[in-house]
């Protein structure tokens, strides 16, 4: 975090005597400036500062020596258990058992539920700054925690290091920037016309209730923490589930909440199988509002079971993110070692396990040969292996499912089109007790075969020449998903030409670091169109924490 300047003071005159005297006046010598914290965020990864992995490298140790135990539910403030537990084992080795969690169950739904529902009318009245210093210290928490949460995240879901810090820095900045959003509009506390001077209109946005936030495995900090924290700082009470994958990030991030002193019942954690807790909380009445974020499927049918279209319900808010089949246009005018370097990076970054990895590659065909030559050089130099190593960039999948879809899809493109790189399960020496595929690069894959719509989640790209940029934009946007987009080229007019055309929330140009990932709070908000998202608001940008809210219009008549 950046350090405030220093005031500097004068020292106070001393009166004047009898004989004129000069005045000298002496400045306090300057306060060492305190060093800054090394920081990372999405466009930095290239670049760490080497203090980074000397911490990460001494929490990781710390963090491995306590794996194994068995931890609780958190419910009204009190660590709870269930009859059964689940085990929570690192996709590098599934000889490392991280930890066994509670297998919740509807009772338990239920009982989160009236903790957070006995908890509201105290916490959505508690005025909005002193919500924003609660977060504020929850983020301060998260940040102090930073290695601590990297490492466990990097062990429990397969992420680099450097990723994995990207992933807890932006679950800070993500409750700060929301924060800053409540500051900003004055608790969102707007005056509005006057009929006459007796009239007083003021618009107020208000809390819903009690609100769920589940959270998918990807990103099980800044997908959890993010969300939670604009629904807290909003007013709302809040029950998170994290995905059965990442069960031991969301804990810890619940106790950073905790830990930052939020009353009893405002924030509850309950974990288990999505058909057993998730599914009560979803079916639940006396649910205000949900956060999802997961498959399209899954996305879908929340969506519409949550909004009363199912459910026989008045309509409730349901923000649900729900993938990309993200592309990536290489013009014949584009950089094409920067194009390749965004295009690697995004396609195989996480193993493709983000929604908005690049799956899907459209190059001039001028350029094709070049871009595809530069591309092949740069993936074959990824190192494969354990993440949490300071020189691997690329670990494992999150699960034996996934581990079994690659090699399904591989299959089944080797057969309809040509495989370039990859194609195959890495399963030398250590690799053999992990998920760790190799990245896959497919060519002169039919157009209409079905993968180039189906989102895979995996480290495998399509890529195909295409004859215009017109070709390019019409298969860009030829998909159900409207996330992110790429797009390379040195003229402007092709740029704008990019930017009023793309169907996605999310737009890039000339990325190196990405050619369709990394988004950050305040920089790039991030939300999708079409089938990406339910909203139209996104992340960390300046909509998104008013759709935890519903306006209220208030009318006074003074002197009656």
Same mark, same amino acid.
């Given at each position: 975090?950046?350090?405030?300047?220093?005031?500097?003071?004068?020292?106070?005159?001393?009166?004047?005597?009898?004989?004129?005297?000069?005045?000298?006046?002496?400045?306090?010598?300057?306060?060492?400036?305190?060093?800054?914290?090394?920081?990372?965020?999405?466009?930095?990864?290239?670049?760490?500062?080497?203090?980074?992995?000397? /911490?990460?490298?001494?929490?990781?140790?710390? &963090?491995?020596?306590?794996?194994?135990?068995?931890?609780?539910?958190?419910?009204?403030?009190?660590? &709870?258990?269930?009859?059964?537990?689940?085990?929570?084992?690192?996709?590098?080795?599934?000889?490392?058992?991280?930890?066994?969690?509670?297998?919740?169950? /509807?009772?338990?739904?239920?009982?989160?539920?009236?903790?957070?529902?006995?908890? =509201?009318?105290?916490?959505?009245?508690?005025?909005?700054?002193?919500?924003?210093? =609660?977060?504020?210290?929850?983020?301060?928490?998260?940040?102090?925690?930073?290695?601590?949460? *990297?490492?466990?995240? *990097?062990?429990?879901?397969?992420?680099?290091?450097?990723?994995?810090?990207?992933?807890?820095?932006?679950?800070?900045?993500?409750?700060?920037?929301?924060?800053?959003?409540?500051?900003?509009?004055?608790? =969102?506390?707007?005056?509005?016309?006057?009929?006459?001077?007796?009239?007083?209109?003021?618009?107020?946005?208000?809390?819903?209730?009690?609100?769920?936030?589940?959270?998918? %495995?990807? %990103?099980?900090?800044?997908?959890?923490?993010?969300?939670?924290?604009?629904?807290?700082?909003?007013?709302?009470?809040?029950?998170?589930?994290?995905?059965?994958?990442?069960?031991? $990030?969301?804990?810890?991030?619940?106790?950073?909440?905790?830990?930052?002193?939020?009353?009893?019942?405002?924030?509850?954690?309950?974990?288990?199988?999505?058909?057993?807790?998730?599914?009560?909380?979803?079916?639940?009445?006396?649910?205000?509002?949900?956060? =999802?974020?997961?498959?399209?499927?899954?996305?879908?049918?929340?969506?519409?079971?949550?909004?009363?279209?199912?459910?026989?319900?008045?309509?409730?808010?349901?923000?649900?993110?729900?993938?990309?089949?993200?592309?990536?246009?290489?013009?014949?005018?584009?950089?094409?070692?920067?194009?390749?370097?965004?295009?690697?990076?995004?396609? %195989?970054?996480?193993?493709?396990?983000?929604?908005?990895?690049?799956?899907?590659?459209? $190059?001039?065909?001028?350029?094709?040969?070049? %871009?595809?030559?530069?591309?092949?050089?740069?993936?074959?130099?990824?190192?494969?292996?354990?993440?949490?190593?300071?020189?691997?960039?690329?670990?494992?999948?999150?699960?034996?499912?996934?581990?079994?879809?690659?090699?399904?899809?591989?299959?089944?493109?080797?057969?309809?089109?040509?495989?370039?790189?990859?194609?195959?399960?890495?399963?030398?020496?250590?690799?053999?007790?992990?998920?760790?595929?190799?990245?896959?690069?497919?060519?002169?894959?039919?157009?209409?075969?079905?993968?180039?719509?189906?989102?895979?989640?995996?480290?495998?790209?399509?890529?195909?020449?295409?004859?215009?940029?017109?070709?390019?934009?019409?298969?860009?946007?030829?998909?159900?998903?409207?996330?992110?987009?790429?797009?390379? *080229?040195?003229?402007?007019?092709?740029?704008?030409?990019?930017?009023?055309?793309?169907?996605?929330?999310?737009?890039?140009?000339?990325?190196?670091?990405?050619?369709?990932?990394?988004?950050?709070?305040?920089?790039?908000?991030?939300?999708?169109?079409?089938?990406?998202?339910?909203?139209?608001?996104?992340?960390?940008?300046?909509?998104?924490?008013?759709?935890?809210?519903?306006?209220?219009?208030?009318?006074?008549?003074?002197?009656?």
């Amino acid at each position: 975090m950046a350090t405030k300047k220093q005031t500097r003071r004068q020292a106070a005159p001393k009166k004047a005597a009898k004989r004129p005297l000069k005045l000298v006046v002496k400045k306090p010598a300057p306060k060492a400036a305190k060093p800054q914290k090394p920081k990372i965020t999405y466009a930095t990864l290239g670049m760490p500062n080497p203090e980074l992995h000397d /911490q990460f490298d001494k929490m990781l140790e710390r &963090v491995k020596a306590r794996l194994g135990q068995t931890h609780p539910m958190l419910i009204n403030g009190q660590a &709870v258990t269930s009859d059964e537990t689940f085990e929570d084992r690192s996709p590098i080795n599934q000889d490392w058992l991280l930890g066994c969690f509670q297998k919740g169950n /509807q009772q338990h739904a239920q009982d989160a539920i009236a903790a957070a529902r006995q908890a =509201f009318p105290i916490w959505g009245n508690i005025p909005w700054k002193e919500r924003v210093k =609660f977060l504020r210290r929850a983020a301060r928490l998260i940040e102090k925690r930073i290695y601590e949460l *990297s490492a466990l995240l *990097s062990l429990e879901v397969g992420k680099n290091r450097l990723e994995a810090l990207g992933d807890v820095q932006e679950t800070a900045d993500l409750i700060c920037y929301y924060c800053d959003q409540m500051q900003a509009n004055n608790g =969102f506390i707007k005056p509005m016309g006057k009929e006459s001077a007796k009239h007083s209109n003021v618009s107020v946005l208000r809390p819903y209730g009690v609100w769920v936030v589940i959270s998918p %495995f990807n %990103f099980p900090a800044a997908l959890a923490g993010g969300p939670c924290g604009a629904a807290l700082v909003a007013g709302n009470t809040v029950i998170f589930k994290p995905a059965t994958d990442a069960p031991y $990030v969301g804990l810890e991030l619940a106790r950073c909440f905790l830990d930052a002193g939020l009353p009893q019942g405002v924030f509850n954690f309950v974990t288990g199988p999505g058909k057993s807790v998730g599914q009560a909380l979803i079916s639940s009445h006396d649910v205000d509002g949900i956060t =999802f974020t997961g498959s399209y499927a899954v996305g879908m049918d929340i969506y519409c079971t949550f909004t009363g279209c199912a459910a026989g319900h008045h309509p409730r808010p349901s923000i649900v993110e729900m993938g990309g089949k993200n592309p990536a246009i290489i013009s014949r005018k584009a950089n094409l070692d920067i194009a390749a370097m965004g295009v690697m990076r995004s396609a %195989f970054g996480l193993q493709g396990q983000k929604c908005s990895a690049c799956s899907r590659i459209f $190059v001039e065909q001028p350029v094709k040969e070049a %871009f595809t030559e530069k591309l092949l050089t740069l993936t074959e130099r990824i190192r494969i292996g354990d993440p949490t190593l300071r020189d691997v960039w690329l670990g494992p999948v999150i699960n034996q499912a996934a581990y079994q879809d690659y090699a399904s899809f591989c299959k089944e493109l080797s057969h309809a089109g040509k495989i370039l790189f990859g194609g195959r399960h890495m399963a030398e020496g250590d690799l053999g007790k992990g998920y760790f595929c190799a990245p896959t690069i497919v060519d002169e894959l039919p157009i209409e075969h079905r993968l180039w719509q189906h989102e895979m989640f995996l480290p495998i790209t399509t890529m195909m020449a295409v004859d215009s940029l017109e070709e390019a934009m019409y298969h860009a946007n030829d998909v159900q998903y409207g996330l992110t987009a790429g797009f390379y *080229s040195s003229d402007q007019a092709e740029i704008e030409w990019f930017y009023n055309n793309i169907q996605a929330g999310v737009t890039y140009v000339n990325r190196q670091a990405g050619a369709t990932t990394g988004a950050w709070p305040g920089y790039q908000p991030f939300g999708g169109w079409k089938g990406s998202g339910s909203t139209g608001k996104a992340g960390g940008g300046l909509y998104y924490v008013q759709q935890y809210m519903r306006e209220q219009s208030r009318t006074l008549i003074k002197g009656m």
